[in-house]
């Protein structure tokens, strides 16, 4: 198994921008696709961005896309997340996800075999 922590979670005003950290455990890191999700209250959780093992292949939930950037540095174990333009709907718990490696990039929960405890993101109007 992985374990996952995330991080750079916090407040921001609208506009403003936000990089999320992902920690993974292990010397298998390189091998798994990696994706992000979120959840706001009283919503159920959202695929935002995925990417290949290699880091080569990328996907956005339509509602992030164009200004969010999921990058992934694997001589490190870690994924990143960069969050420009944020608005106030953008407000949630961000989770890490881990699944072993598939032809095509899945977005369901589960296709992910592993997560992070979530980072609290914040966004004032």
């Known amino acids: 198994q992985v374990q996952l922590v995330e991080s750079g979670g916090g407040l921001v005003q609208a506009g403003g921008s936000l990089r999320l950290s992902c920690a993974a455990s292990?010397?298998?890191?390189?091998?798994?696709?990696m994706g992000w999700f979120r959840q706001a209250p009283g919503k159920e959780r959202e695929f935002v961005a995925g990417i290949s093992r290699g880091g080569i292949n990328t996907d956005y939930g339509e509602s992030v896309k164009g200004r969010f950037t999921i990058s992934r540095e694997n001589a490190k174990n870690t994924v990143y997340l960069l969050m420009n333009s944020l608005k106030p709907e953008d407000t949630a718990v961000y989770y890490c996800?881990?699944?072993?490696?598939?032809?095509?990039?899945?977005?369901?929960?589960?296709?992910?075999?592993?997560w992070g405890q979530g980072t609290q993101v914040t966004v004032s109007s």
């Open positions: 292990g010397r298998t890191f390189s091998t798994y696709d």
């Open positions: 996800a881990a699944a072993r490696s598939k032809p095509w990039l899945g977005r369901s929960q589960s296709s992910y075999a592993y």
